[in-house]
Structure formats: structure tokens, C-alpha cells
């Protein structure tokens, strides 16, 4: 299996964090009038999921964050 480092760990983080970033201004319904705003809110739950240790380790082991 594969061990990360807190220095991987993080400049992952920080990568997904640019990632998204881009991905958000692309996506944003507001500088892209031509969307819903569909992926832009998949989008922003996926980032949510990642960012937080607890959701992160519920979808990794259950495969959902939604236990309601």
C-alpha cells in the first residue's frame, strides 16, 4: 500500500485546492452564463468532501456522506 508523507500530503491538498479554483471560475454560473450551475455545485461538494477529514473517510469507506 501506499504511505503519504505530511509534505505529500499537502502539496496534494494544495494541488486539488488550484484545481478547483480553476475549475470553479470555469464552471461559476456567474462568468459562464451559459450553465445551470449543475457542475458547478458537484463540483463544490466534491471539494467540500475532500477538505474534510470525516466526510472524506465516510465516502472512502461507505461510499456516500449522507447518513439523513
Known sequence: YLKFS???FFSL????QKE???LSRKYHPDRNPDTDGTKFMMLKTAYDILNDP???RNYDV???????
Do not use: V
Open 6 to 8: 505530511h509534505m505529500n
Open 13 to 16: 491538498m494544495k494541488q486539488t
Open 20 to 22: 478547483y479554483r480553476d
Open 54 to 56: 470525516e466526510r472524506r
Open 62 to 68: 461507505y461510499g456516500t456522506t449522507d447518513f439523513g
